[in-house]
C-alpha cells in the first residue's frame, strides 16, 4: 500500500495541474471502488474549482469551490494519470486509458486543459465528498494523530504518546493515533537509523533517543519523497513514473543480507509483528 512519501509524491504531481483548475467533463465508470460513491458525485464535481490539494496522513484531499472536500485514498493500487502535459520530475508517460480506469475528467485552467484519469486494478481505493467545514471531525480524520512532518511530531510527543506502554515501539509507530501516516517501510527505516530495536517496548525508550527518532522518521520520509516515493509493485506518481527510495533501503527486504552499518558485522533479520514484517539488524539496534 502506498505509504505518506507516495501520496505526497502524487500530491505534488497533481498540484500543478489542479490547483485553481475548473473541473469538466466528470465521469464515473461504476458505482463503487472499496465503498460506494457519493450520491451524484460527477454532478458535485462538474463545474468546481479546486482551491487546492493537500494531503492529511495517506489521504489526499482537494477543497473545492462549492465547500466540499473532495477525499481520496489510493488503497493498494489507486492512482491519478495526466494525459497531455507532463508535470513534475519524472520522466515516463502516463500509461493509455485502460479498463480499469474508474474516475476521469478535466481540469481547465489558465487556457491549458488536461485530461486526469483514477484508475485502480485491485479496487481498495475510495473517494468521498465531505464538507469542507467538516473534514476535522469526520471519521476518516478524528482520531488521527499529528502528521509527522508537522510541528506537532517531536521526541516530547512520543514521550507523552508512549508513556507506561507495553507495546514493542515498532507497532506502536503504525498506530495512526499517535502519528498519522506512518507505514511499515518507514518505521523499519527509521528504527534502524535511529539505531532502536522494534522489539523494545514503546514506553522504556529513553525521551532523548525519542527526539532523534523523531528527527530520523523526518529525515527518512524527506528522504524517500525526494526520491519520488517507494516502488515495490503497483505504486506509480501523477506522472506514471515509479518511485525509487526502495533502491536506497538500509534493512527493508533485505533479510540476510549484511547491515550497512559502518563496521558492523551483523545480518538483517526478519520478524513479524502484529501480522507485519519487521526488518531490522539486532547488532545494531539494541535495546
Same mark, same amino acid.
Request: hydrophobic residues 35%; positive net charge; charged residues 25%.
Given at each position: ?33 472499496? $465503498? ?43 492512482? $491519478? ?12 508517460? /502516463? ?9 476521469? $475528467? ?54 507523552? /504518546? ?82 525509487? $527510495? ?36 539486532? /547488532?545494531?539496534?539494541?535495546?
Amino acid at each position: 500500500m502506498p505509504e505518506l512519501p507516495e501520496v505526497e509524491t502524487v500530491r505534488r504531481g497533481l498540484e500543478p495541474v489542479l490547483t485553481g483548475a475548473r473541473l469538466t467533463r466528470v465521469r464515473q465508470n461504476r458505482p463503487d471502488l472499496r $465503498f460506494p460513491f457519493p450520491e451524484r458525485f460527477t454532478e458535485r464535481l462538474e463545474g468546481a474549482t479546486v482551491e487546492r490539494i493537500d494531503r492529511r496522513a495517506k489521504y489526499l484531499l482537494m477543497p473545492l469551490s462549492t465547500g466540499e472536500t473532495w477525499v481520496t485514498h489510493l488503497g493498494m493500487t489507486g492512482r $491519478f494519470t495526466l494525459d497531455g502535459e507532463q508535470v513534475g520530475e519524472f520522466e515516463e508517460n /502516463a500509461p493509455a486509458t485502460g479498463k480499469h480506469e474508474h474516475v476521469s $475528467f478535466c481540469a481547465a485552467s489558465s487556457g491549458t486543459t488536461t485530461r486526469v484519469g483514477f484508475t485502480d486494478a485491485r479496487r481498495f481505493g475510495f473517494m468521498g465528498l465531505i464538507p469542507t467545514d467538516a473534514v476535522e471531525a469526520h471519521p476518516w480524520f478524528a482520531g488521527l494523530g499529528p502528521e509527522p512532518l508537522g510541528n506537532g511530531f517531536s521526541g516530547a510527543h512520543l514521550a507523552a /504518546a508512549f508513556a507506561g506502554k507495553t507495546q514493542n515501539i515498532k507497532v506502536s509507530l503504525l498506530d495512526q493515533r499517535i502519528v498519522a501516516g506512518l507505514g511499515n517501510i518507514y518505521v523499519c527505516e527509521a528504527l534502524y537509523r535511529a539505531r532502536i530495536s522494534p522489539l523494545v517496548a514503546a514506553g522504556k525508550v529513553s525521551k532523548p533517543r525519542l527526539e532523534t527518532l523523531a528527527a530520523v522518521v523526518r529525515d527518512v520520509l524527506n528522504d524517500a519523497i525526494e526520491a519520488g516515493g517507494s516502488t515495490l509493485r503497483d505504486f506509480a506518481n501523477a506522472e506514471g513514473g515509479q518511485g525509487y $527510495f526502495q533502491h536506497r533501503f538500509d534493512v527493508y527486504g533485505r533479510e540476510g543480507n549484511p547491515c550497512f552499518g559502518e563496521g558492523c558485522t551483523g545480518v538483517v533479520k526478519r520478524t513479524v509483528q502484529a501480522g507485519r514484517s519487521t526488518f531490522w539488524c539486532p /547488532a545494531c539496534q539494541k535495546r
